[in-house]
């Protein structure tokens, strides 16, 4: 949905969507019940799901037993695939 509608709007994910549409679309999500008509207007409440998401899982993405691998590859000064690709395989 991003992808197709959200791409070309300038401040996708600084610009916060309305609080009460966030919780319709979030309540929704919760329940497998979602209107994506209803809600590809308003590419914000799209993205602002997905940050409250991101920001509610019980381990970060980037996790914490590699944090220390994450640190040392954003240091290197090797070419990055072969560090995304090693770093990656272990998550």
Do not use: N
């Amino acid at each position: 949905m991003l992808l197709e509608c959200g791409m070309q709007e300038e401040g996708l994910f600084r610009v916060a969507p309305s609080a009460s549409k966030l919780k319709k679309l979030k309540a929704a999500l919760d329940c497998c019940v979602v209107d994506v008509q209803e809600y590809s207007a308003d590419p914000h409440a799209i993205a602002g799901a997905l940050k409250s998401y991101l920001r509610e899982l019980p381990e970060p993405l980037m996790t914490f037993e590699l944090y220390e691998e994450w640190i040392q590859a954003s240091k290197s000064s090797q070419a990055p695939g072969p560090i995304k690709w090693g770093v990656s395989c272990r998550v």
